[in-house]
Structures are given as structure tokens and as C-alpha cells.
């Protein structure tokens, strides 16, 4: 028999209903419903929980307040933040507190079920985030090469009011994580004890990511792994050079990254790059 991965509810979440759905073969889960922190609290002093959902709503005294006090009965509890939209600020406090994940409503609910999957299948983790700047407008951090890491990163910063419309912000989004993916593949080599640089800067008239990864870099004029030095005639051929070497299905993050985005600035060595999106 399979045994459930406890998670415990806190707040008014019967959005999420549908999100514990179980896929033949899927992680199956067991559920506890709480509509206070202090029941939330009793509960977790009892037992151990695999994942914990909490609403902000029901954190008068902060977020990050609400964090704490789950961190502290469970240190090493992974906890996903629902809140209504939050300001950069709120976000960058939730993850430097070491939350799992935060989604702002209104939130895609396909989108959150895969982060409470990568939770519940996560044995026993560490953070692998450090922030080294919060200020919103120059946000910086390291972050360990583990896929895991790279896509609640990814869900982090987006769930940041950029001021953009979200067409432009769903694009920079997603060169993004094409080229944070690229660099702890490539450069990190999916090694956790790797570490990539992230920063995120905001300008009046700009949106700038800055990835640098511990690689040696890459030259860009030969690279058959990648989709965009496939010849005209064969727009897939790179992808058996990436099965017959072992690669992660993929390769058109280049290609894909010059189309949803303004400017992609490499250095001399390949092992850094700039993302540029202007704002209207």
C-alpha cells in the first residue's frame, strides 16, 4: 500500500480542492484542513507533515510572521504561500524566510499542483536559495543547480508585480527560465554543489535578468545541440545529437529566448547572459 504524503491546509482553500486529484501512478495524498494558525500549530506539534498550504489571509501579524511560526514547530516543513497579490517586497521576504513556493491569486491551478507534486516528492531538501541583495529593484541570489530549485525560483519571480502587461511578462518569464535551465544544465551540470548568480533588475523603461553560471562557458557559433543551429532542411536534427548524448529533451531555448525578449547579451566566454525586455 502506498503510503499518503500528509499535507496540512491552513486557511480558506477550497479553490484547491481539485488540486489533490491523484494520476494512476501519481503521489497520493492525505489532507488536513485547519482555519487558524493556532490549529495548524497543534496539528504539526503532533505530526510530521510532507507539505504545508498556507493562506496569508489568515496572517494578520504578516507573512513572514506566519513562516516563522511554522518554521518553527517544523524547521524543515516545505510551505507553499497562497496571497492575494503581493508586492515585490512580500515576495522576496517569503523566499529569503525559506518558503517553498508563494503563488498570488488568482493562480493557475495546474501550475500549483505541479509545485505541490515536486514538494511532496522531495524527500529531504535544503533551501539552495541565498539572497545577497532584496531590494526589489536589484534583486541578486545564489542558487544551488538542482531542477527543483531553478523552477520554484522561476515561479518565485513571477509571482513579482513587474508593472508589465502580462503578455510581456509571461515572455520574460519564460526566456528566463529557458536560460536559468540552460545554465544549471550546461554550466552547473545539475551539480548541487554548483551554484548559479541571479539578478533581477528593474529600470523605468526596462526589465534585465542577469544569469552567470560556474561553467566554462560555450561557443556559440558550434552548437548542434541547440535548435537554433539546425539547418533550414532539418528543424529537429539537433535533437539526435541531444539523445545520442544524453541531454534532457530540449535544445530551443536560444531560439526560443530571441523571440520573446528584446536584447540576449552573452559574455566573451558564454557563461553569462543578459535578458532585456523594454517597457512600454
Not at 526589489?136 to 520554484?152: D, F, Q, S
Not at 542577469?210 to 566554462?216: L, R
Amino acid at each position: 500500500m502506498v503510503k499518503p504524503n500528509r499535507i496540512l491546509l491552513l486557511g480558506h482553500l477550497g479553490e484547491l480542492a481539485n488540486a489533490f486529484e491523484t494520476a494512476e501512478g501519481g503521489p497520493v495524498y492525505a489532507v488536513e484542513p485547519t482555519l487558524s494558525l493556532e490549529g495548524a500549530l497543534e496539528r504539526m506539534a503532533m505530526r510530521h507533515f510532507d507539505l504545508v498550504i498556507a493562506d496569508t489571509a489568515l496572517a494578520p501579524d504578516g507573512a513572514t510572521n506566519l513562516l516563522r511560526s511554522l518554521l518553527a514547530m517544523q524547521p524543515q516543513a516545505k510551505i507553499i504561500l497562497l496571497s492575494p497579490p503581493a508586492p515585490p517586497e512580500d515576495v522576496i521576504e517569503a523566499m529569503n524566510e525559506h518558503a517553498f513556493s508563494f503563488f498570488p491569486r488568482p493562480f493557475d491551478l495546474l501550475s500549483i499542483r505541479d509545485m505541490i507534486r515536486k514538494a511532496v516528492e522531495i524527500p529531504e531538501w535544503d533551501d539552495g536559495i541565498v539572497i545577497l541583495s532584496s531590494d526589489p529593484n536589484y534583486l541578486t541570489l545564489l542558487m544551488r543547480c538542482r531542477l527543483t530549485t531553478a523552477e520554484r525560483l522561476y515561479q518565485f519571480l513571477l509571482a513579482m508585480k513587474s508593472g508589465m502587461k502580462d503578455e510581456e511578462k509571461a515572455q520574460i518569464a519564460a526566456a528566463f527560465r529557458e536560460m536559468l535551465l540552460n545554465a544549471i544544465e550546461h554550466g552547473g551540470k545539475f551539480n548541487p554543489m554548483e551554484e548559479v548568480r541571479v539578478s533581477r533588475v528593474r529600470t523605468e523603461r526596462a526589465l534585465v535578468y542577469h544569469i552567470h553560471d560556474p561553467g566554462p562557458g560555450f561557443n556559440r557559433e558550434n552548437l548542434p545541440h541547440a535548435a537554433i543551429s539546425n539547418p533550414t532542411t532539418d528543424p529537429l536534427a539537433h535533437m539526435k545529437i541531444r539523445a545520442k548524448e544524453g541531454l534532457r529533451a530540449g535544445g530551443f531555448g536560444l531560439l526560443v529566448t530571441k523571440e520573446l525578449v528584446d536584447e540576449v547579451i552573452y559574455n566573451q566566454r558564454g557563461n553569462e547572459v543578459i535578458l532585456i525586455k523594454h517597457l512600454d
